[in-house]
Each structure stands twice: as structure tokens, then as C-alpha cells.
């Protein structure tokens, strides 16, 4: 990844505001929508130490992910207690293994990631600059087995208001990285005024979408 330092430094000064303490909202919503069986392998981009991989760990037996920050990784095996495997691959990456939990420490984009059913996206496309997306979804296709299943979350918001990340990743784009493949809305949350990014930022609007895409 191309920022790699502004990661780095994110974890390093733990300013990760970012990371959600439980589980999000969205995902125990919207996972069965997905209708994953227990076998599927599902992988989280740019997991960080989320609350999620726990979650999905719990309904499915191969849960990958993938993390530029080492700290993030064994902060997220030290803070449930879990022992891991720890496997060194090259200079640059490491492999963590802990039951159904798989997280590779390194760079998404050369990280020797294993093909995957099912993608859940909650923060790494709209952690990417624009410049950087459409290598992200590609990799992402690449690593989608046949007939595989993509939930992401995005956000919208008039980019000019705020600098990212996040970054917002309106529907036109959804749509234009996606071509290909059938995508659904299944919602959009529109801020209220006392929202903190209307309130305090100054926006002029703020929400979060979730979307199904699906390989048919």
C-alpha cells in the first residue's frame, strides 16, 4: 500500500478512532442476508483488531484476514487471550492462526491471501484513496471463488467537506467498480442534524450504505 506510514503511524499513537470496540451493527443485520453456510470462507480486508472477526468466527470455520499494522494484529490476539501460531512467510509478512481465525500481518496487496466465498467489507475501500481503489477491487475479485458474495459498507458524503479516510465512495462508484456483478442496496442511514459530522464537521449530508454483491 502506497500510505503504508500513515497506518503505521495510526497504530503506533493508537489513533485509531476508526476502530469500532464492538461488534458493528450493520454486520449482525445484514450477515444473514448473506446466507452463508458454516463451510464458506469468509475474508475481512483491512481488518484491524475488529470485534467482527470474533463474530463471524463463531457461525463459520475459515475466517481470514489481512492487516498492514503488526500492532493491530497481536493487539487483537492479546486482547481475547487467544495464543496464536505465528508464522513468518518473508520480510515482509506474517501468518497468524488461532482455530477458525486466520490473519495475515502485512500489505493486502502482496500478502499470499487464500480464495475466500465470502468478502465482508466494512472499512478498507473507503479507507482508500480514489487513485487506489480500483487495484483493491480487482485483487478482491481475483481472490472471489465462483459465485461468491461481497457485503460492504460504504459511505457518502460531498468529499470537498472532508478530507478522508474515510473516504466517501458514493453509489456511482459502487457501481462502476462492480460492473459486472449484480448489487443491491440493502439500506442507506441518513445522519440526523445532531449527528457529529453534520453538527461539528459542518457537513451538508452524512451516510452510511450497505451493499450485497453478488458473482452470478
Known amino acids: 500500500m502506497r500510505d503504508r506510514e500513515f497506518w503505521h503511524n495510526k497504530w503506533a499513537s493508537n489513533k485509531i478512532g476508526f476502530h469500532l470496540e464492538d461488534v458493528n451493527p450493520?454486520?449482525?443485520e445484514y450477515w444473514p442476508?448473506?446466507?452463508?453456510a458454516r463451510e464458506d470462507k469468509v475474508f475481512v480486508p483491512l481488518c484491524g483488531?475488529?470485534?467482527?472477526?470474533?463474530w463471524l468466527a463463531c457461525y463459520h470455520n475459515d475466517v481470514q484476514g489481512v492487516e498492514l499494522s503488526?500492532?493491530?494484529v497481536r493487539s487483537f490476539?492479546?486482547?481475547?487471550f487467544y495464543?496464536?501460531?505465528?508464522?513468518?512467510?518473508?520480510?515482509?509478512?506474517?501468518?497468524y492462526q488461532f482455530d477458525e481465525l486466520t490473519i495475515f500481518a502485512g500489505d493486502f496487496f502482496t500478502a499470499p491471501l487464500k480464495p475466500c466465498n465470502v468478502v465482508y467489507d466494512r472499512a478498507a475501500l473507503i479507507a482508500l484513496p480514489d487513485?487506489?481503489?480500483e487495484e483493491y477491487v480487482e485483487r478482491i475479485k481475483l481472490l472471489l471463488e465462483e459465485g461468491g458474495k461481497i457485503l460492504l459498507v460504504t459511505l457518502d458524503y460531498v468529499q470537498s467537506e472532508m478530507a478522508g479516510p474515510p473516504f466517501s465512495v458514493p453509489e456511482s462508484e459502487v457501481r462502476r467498480l462492480f460492473s459486472e456483478y449484480q448489487i443491491k442496496r440493502l439500506t442507506r442511514n441518513d445522519a440526523s442534524e445532531d449527528h457529529p459530522k453534520i453538527s461539528q464537521k459542518?457537513?451538508?449530508?452524512?451516510?452510511e450504505e450497505v451493499w450485497l454483491i453478488e458473482d452470478c
Open 26 to 28: 450493520l454486520l449482525t
Open 33 to 36: 442476508i448473506v446466507n452463508a
Open 49 to 54: 483488531k475488529t470485534e467482527d472477526l470474533v
Open 70 to 72: 503488526d500492532i493491530a
Open 77 to 80: 490476539f492479546a486482547e481475547h
Open 83 to 95: 495464543t496464536p501460531l505465528v508464522t513468518k512467510l518473508d520480510g515482509s509478512h506474517e501468518l
Open 131 to 133: 487513485d487506489m481503489r
Open 202 to 207: 459542518g457537513l451538508s449530508r452524512f451516510a
